[in-house]
């Protein structure tokens, strides 16, 4: 997020997006590390819940999330570009068209982050874990 607040500086200087963008990308670099971590530890609060172990399941459907929110993401792209007037094949563009190339890339990011943020804030899975993994291990040695 703080990489592109930083391109709001500047959204006309190379220099100032680029390092926003390596901004960003090292900002981003533990979402990617820990998400499919958190993905499979829902694995185990699925089984502390129903007593089934249904990690594949759990993975192909994060899968397919992923792939859908992938394919809306960019058809949203090409949605606003459109809204906003955007021609591929013109010389110049609209102003409308370049104030909606400038929110997609810097102030959208922003707004999702902040939506992504909020969402983490009630995912609590990790403070319960231990007590999940240990009710678990306590089932199993009574089977």
């Known amino acids: 997020?703080?990489?592109?607040?930083?391109?709001?500086?500047?959204?006309?200087s190379l220099a100032i997006i680029l390092?926003?963008?390596?901004?960003?990308?090292?900002?981003i670099m533990p979402t990617f590390a820990v998400l499919?971590?958190?993905?499979?530890?829902?694995?185990e609060y699925g089984e502390f819940k129903t007593g089934?172990?249904?990690?594949?399941l759990i993975n192909s459907g994060a899968s397919f999330g992923i792939k859908v929110g992938t394919g809306l993401g960019l058809a949203s792209i090409g949605w606003l570009l459109s809204i906003g007037g955007y021609v591929g094949t013109a010389e110049e563009q609209v102003p409308s068209a370049l104030e909606s190339i400038k929110f997609i890339f810097i102030f959208l990011p922003v707004v999702l982050s902040v939506m992504m943020f909020i969402c983490l804030l009630f995912f609590?899975?990790?403070?319960h874990?231990?007590?999940y993994l240990n009710e678990i291990q306590?089932?199993?040695?009574e089977n």
Do not use: S, W
């Open 129 to 131: 874990y231990a007590t």
């Open 138 to 141: 306590q089932r199993k040695n």
């Open 124 to 127: 609590t899975l990790d403070k």
């Open 19 to 27: 390092t926003g963008n390596v901004i960003v990308a090292i900002g």
């Open 36 to 43: 499919f971590a958190m993905i499979n530890d829902t694995a």
């Open 52 to 56: 089934k172990r249904t990690v594949g």
């Open 1 to 12: 997020m703080i990489g592109n607040v930083f391109k709001v500086i500047d959204p006309y």
